[in-house]
């Protein structure tokens, strides 16, 4: 079966620099939920998409941005990086339940 | 918001032995959810369970929902379950939100 595929694996960038994360949520899924996880942290709700729409919103830095395309997939925008970014970052699916498949996360590293 | 909470942290097996996880949550819950977190990051579905017992293979969970609680059962533990155990939960808005997990090591 068809799972939530992120892209890249893995980043790494420099301090001030952005970044891009790419998810593809499992076909048919309509609903894309972003989240963070720092090192030895439980992972950390930032954002979610119904639709193309946002639908909720956690703690994203306004550094962050996100959006849902028409195809579903969803970026996560990163702009001025900073240490304290360096974290994995979950993408999960949904489709009309409440189970939320996540993807294999994408480990980004700022220097 | 809704609290998740844990127990035990750590807990150290030796493989063959069984294992209990506890989570306890705050308030009704819609959704919860166990994951477990291998060595590589990945989070691997192991339980929709919100109410109600499930079993899969030597795992299961029962969620005593008007209680607050659900625990994941481990049996027969094998080295490869080692990693992080988290239990999410969902109470009213969409996301999930996690608890600090609870880190098993099995030794051979």
């Known amino acids: 079966a068809a799972g939530v595929i992120q892209s890249p694996r893995h980043l790494i960038k420099e301090k001030r620099e952005t970044a891009t994360l790419k998810c593809y949520p499992i076909?048919?899924?309509?609903?894309v939920y972003w989240y963070q996880q720092g090192p030895g942290q439980d992972p950390q709700f930032l954002i979610s998409f119904y639709e193309k729409m946002q639908s909720d919103k956690g703690s994203i830095p306004d550094r962050f941005s996100a959006q849902q395309f028409s195809d579903y997939h969803s970026e996560l925008n990163m702009s001025s990086l900073e240490l304290g970014d360096s974290a994995l970052y979950f993408c999960?699916?949904?489709?009309?339940?409440?189970?939320?498949?996540f993807g294999a996360g994408t480990r980004l590293s700022v220097l | 918001g809704i609290q998740v909470e844990q127990s035990p942290p750590d807990l150290i097996l030796q493989e063959g032995a069984n294992s209990t996880l506890r989570c306890n949550f705050s308030?009704?819950?819609?959704?919860l959810q166990w994951f477990h977190q291998n060595p590589w990051g990945q989070l691997i579905n192991l339980f929709y369970i919100p109410s109600g017992t499930k079993q899969n293979g030597r795992l299961s969970a029962t969620t005593v929902a008007t209680e607050r609680y659900s625990l994941l059962y481990i049996s027969s533990s094998q080295t490869t379950d080692s990693g992080v155990y988290f239990c999410?939960?969902?109470?009213?808005?969409?996301?999930?939100?996690f608890g600090k997990g609870t880190k098993l090591t099995v030794n051979p």
């Open positions: 308030d009704s819950v819609n959704n």
């Open positions: 999410a939960v969902e109470g009213g808005s969409e996301k999930l939100v």
């Open positions: 076909p048919r899924h309509d609903t």
């Open positions: 999960a699916s949904s489709s009309g339940t409440p189970v939320q498949y």
